[in-house]
């Protein structure tokens, strides 16, 4: 379980946090929701238009396809636990650069730190590149198990939502993503 009092006091400075240009127009910083005791740990880029209106991560279009592919894993809100790479809006939904990633690294690692996920999923290349540090392609990041740091944990990539909004032919492949997640969960 996680320490819901640490967890809270991180959650309490992430809300005052202003080590970056975007605390200078954010309307609301996006810390992350579902179920911090959950085991599937989900990371996304960083929040959109309507993430930072209402200060919930993936409540947009995005967001309602990241839904229908927890269905398909029979999974839902209340069993992952998702967050982002950066906690506030990038101007534009631009791409968070890297002096705000690097600020909000601190962050991020606690959160994963804090709720000691067994599986982490980077839905696409921002995520993938901060965590695993690499500037590798998605095609081939995609489709093999990826180890947090030095520890154990898996980590797949899977493409965002938002990319699969903008190419729907690429849906389809989504199934293979969640095929290797349930051949490392075995079903669970
Ligand atoms: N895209 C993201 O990466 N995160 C959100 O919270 C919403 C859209």
Redesign the pocket.
Known sequence: MVNQIKFQALNSKCIECKKCSLSLTRKNV?FGRGNPNSKLFVI?????QQ?DEQGV????R??KLLNEILFSMKLSRDNVY?T?TVKCRPPENRNPNSDEINSCSRFLDRQISLISPNIIIL??KVAAERLMNTPEPMSTLRGKVHYYKNTDIPMLVFY???YLLRSPSEKSKVWDDILLMKSITHGS
């Open positions: 996006v996304g880029e960083g929040p959109g993430e991560a993936f409540v947009g995005a967001g998702i982002n839905l696409g965002h939502p938002a």
